[in-house]
């Protein structure tokens, strides 16, 4: 007789139920577990969604205003070399005196005994022509008065032959009427009318004398003013005062070539660095764009530094003036404050490479400026490449 089985058919399908509803409570209990602890994780990652992020960027510092690249004439050879790295200069303090400057000091000596002697020469021809001008002056008194003196005893000639004119015009008007009346004869009346024809002859004489002694006088003083105008004229331009206004000429260019002979700082800055030594030759350019090959030497106002930082342009938008930056390095010990104090208007490529060897190097940026507030830790540190971190604006 064989074996009887453990459970029956029905058996087995009550035991499998059971099993399939304890998994199924079991579950719905996990599930339900599992939503009640991803509710505050979702809450979390939507909050830290909502909040804003730092910028980080990587940036270069440089002094206020950039680094200056000071520079003089191409294959000059530098004489003297007035300043050392890490000087502070004044703005158009001497930084190099070059090998043509003894050669343009001497020029300039040369014609400013030129101009002396060009004004010595001049002081003398404009002695000369006032002397002359006086002399003319004394010859034309000499000549004026005679004829003044002519000319007033002829005046008075006119008026004594105006007087007895006026004098025989009376008496023949009396002898005309006494003839009428019978009283004179016909000769003493021809007699007076006689006389009135002569006086009035001696009158209109004497009226054209006068008329010839003026208009004598008038052409002789004319002559005499022309010819002191004349001196005059030629004192103005005489060669003498073109010579002046040569030499005087010749002595601003002078100087305006021992200027170029020298070179100086053309704002206040630090020396950063000394391109040129004494002897050597100022280089032609290398190629272009590289302007520090003719540079004799680098300064900036390391007074105030800055960092140029390389912000992604996807994230410009989120950069505004007055922004909080921190700025850290290696090199130095901390981190920086800094503000952003000026955004950049033009989109370029990145300068400033990383050390990840992956890392974009063609990248899209815009270079934003950060005003440091502690300058002194940095100002020998112009280039550095520091790691930027832009705090968001609140609000």
Same mark, same amino acid.
């Given at each position: 007789m064989g074996d009887k089985?453990?459970?029956?058919?029905?058996?087995?399908?009550?035991?499998?139920?059971a099993t399939v509803l304890a998994l199924g409570i079991t579950a719905v209990g996990v599930h339900l577990a599992i939503q009640k602890l991803s509710k505050p994780a979702a809450l979390s990652t939507q909050n830290a969604a909502v909040k804003p992020r730092k910028i980080n960027a990587l940036g270069r510092i440089e002094p206020a205003g950039q680094v200056v690249q000071v520079s003089g004439p191409?294959?000059?050879r530098i004489l003297r070399l007035l300043v050392k790295e890490g000087q502070q200069l004044e703005k158009g303090q001497p930084i190099a005196f070059l090998e043509s400057y003894p050669e343009r000091q001497a020029e300039v000596k040369l014609a400013a005994?030129?101009?002396?002697?060009?004004?010595?020469?001049?002081?003398?021809?404009?002695?000369?022509?006032?002397?002359?001008?006086?002399?003319?002056?004394?010859?034309?008194?000499?000549?004026?008065?005679?004829?003044?003196?002519?000319?007033?005893?002829?005046?008075?000639? =006119?008026?004594q032959s105006k007087?007895?004119?006026?004098? /025989?015009?009376?008496?023949?008007?009396?002898? @005309?009427?006494?003839?009428?009346?019978? #009283?004179? /004869?016909?000769?003493d009346l021809e007699d007076k009318e006689l006389e009135f024809?002569?006086?009035?002859?001696?009158?209109?004489?004497?009226?054209?004398?006068?008329?010839?002694? @003026?208009?004598?006088?008038?052409?002789?003083?004319?002559?005499?003013?022309?010819?002191?105008?004349s001196t005059t004229a030629g004192s103005v331009r005489s060669q003498v005062q073109i010579d002046l206004a040569s030499a005087n000429s010749n002595?601003?260019?002078?100087?305006?070539?021992?200027?170029? #002979?020298?070179?100086? #700082?053309?704002?206040?800055?630090? =020396?950063?660095?000394?391109?040129?030594?004494?002897?050597?030759?100022?280089? #032609?350019?290398?190629?272009?764009?590289?302007?520090?090959?003719?540079?004799? =030497?680098?300064?900036?106002?390391?007074?105030?530094?800055?960092?140029?930082?390389?912000i992604y342009e996807t994230d410009i938008n989120q950069i505004q003036i007055g922004q909080l930056a921190k700025i850290s390095s290696p090199a130095f010990k901390g981190e920086i404050s800094g503000t952003v104090d000026r955004i950049g208007l033009k989109i370029g490529k990145n300068d400033v490479v990383g050390t990840d060897p992956a890392a974009n190097t063609d990248t899209r940026v815009i270079e934003v400026k950060i005003r440091l507030q502690n300058s002194i830790a940095v100002s020998g540190l112009t280039n550095l490449q520091v790691d930027v971190a832009i705090e968001p604006q609140e609000g």
């Open positions: 089985p453990f459970l029956n058919p029905s058996g087995k399908w009550m035991i499998a139920g191409t294959g000059e005994s030129q101009l002396l002697e060009a004004r010595n020469r001049f002081i003398a021809e404009r002695d000369l022509g006032q002397a002359q001008q006086q002399e003319a002056r004394t010859r034309r008194n000499q000549a004026e008065n005679p004829k003044i003196r002519e000319i007033v005893a002829q005046e008075a000639m =006119v008026r007087v007895e004119y006026e004098q /025989a015009q009376t008496n023949l008007k009396r002898y @005309q009427y006494l003839q009428e009346a019978g #009283a004179v /004869a016909q000769q024809r002569s006086k009035q002859q001696q009158l209109n004489n004497a009226i054209a004398t006068l008329a010839q002694l @003026q208009e004598e006088l008038q052409t002789d003083s004319n002559n005499a003013k022309a010819q002191i105008n002595l601003e260019l002078a100087k305006a070539r021992l200027a170029r #002979a020298m070179i100086r #700082a053309p704002q206040a800055g630090q =020396v950063l660095k000394v391109l040129v030594r004494e002897g050597e030759a100022i280089p #032609a350019v290398a190629s272009q764009g590289s302007n520090s090959q003719q540079a004799v =030497v680098e300064m900036g106002n390391t007074r105030q530094m800055y960092v140029v930082a390389e």
